[in-house]
T-cell receptor
């Protein structure tokens, strides 16, 4: 299984850009990288997914270097409502599916 | 649009008791999966299904059974609960396996005493 490592927590002020990195040294050739956001007492919610280079949607960007051994979720101009736990997920097949341990983001004024 | 619905939200069991966690989705997704979430750990896959009548084991299947008789429902059964099964359980569905976004329910918090 691809071991995934994330920082336990991060703090940010409202309006700043936040970058959360996930390390996945053993990523397999066919594995995708997906990021989820989770609020207390809720299930994780899909944010963004990528395979290589850069992916951008209306809420975030995902940067994946050429060796794919890490990925960075970028949240532009965070607000208080972005306070949550963020998980990276690496894998394609059930036998290789690995969630990171999550990064708790705290946004303050 | 309900999405993925899990019941119950909370459950307390005594060691050795059995129970079924319910999961239903209304998005006509073929893939469904169960996870457990423990403090300090990411979600871990218990069982999954690629369609009605087909199930398979994930990373931590011991102590759990599943069946998939319809596209909509994917119940998770604990045959003889153990304190090590105290956790938060999430069900998810997706269109094309793990390469497509997983839609999660809001979880069942289970305590085994």
């Amino acid at each position: 299984l691809a071991k995934t490592t994330q920082p336990i927590s991060m703090d940010s002020y409202e309006g700043q850009e936040v970058n959360i990195t996930c390390s996945h040294n053993n990523i397999a050739t066919n594995d995708y990288i997906t990021w989820y956001q989770q609020f207390p007492s809720q299930g994780p919610r899909f944010i963004i997914q990528g395979y290589k280079t850069k992916v951008t949607n209306e809420v975030a960007s995902l940067f994946i270097p050429a060796d794919r051994k890490s990925s960075t979720l970028s949240l532009p101009r965070v607000s208080l409502s972005d306070t949550a736990v963020y998980y990276c997920l690496v894998g394609l097949l059930a036998s290789k599916l690995t969630f990171g341990t999550g990064t708790r983001l705290q946004v303050t004024l | 649009n309900a999405g993925v619905t899990q019941t119950p939200k909370f459950q307390v069991l005594k060691t050795g008791q059995s129970m079924t966690l319910q999961c239903a989705q209304d998005m006509n997704h073929e893939y469904m999966s169960w996870y457990r979430q423990d403090p300090g750990m990411g979600l871990r896959l218990i069982h999954y299904s690629v369609g009605a009548g087909i199930t398979d084991q994930g990373e931590v299947p011991n102590g759990y059974n599943v069946s998939r008789s319809t596209t909509e429902d994917f119940p998770l059964r604990l045959l003889s609960a153990a304190p090590s099964q105290t956790s938060v359980y999430f069900c998810a569905s997706s269109l094309q396996g793990f390469v497509s976004p997983l839609h999660f329910g809001n979880g069942t918090r289970l305590t085994v005493t």
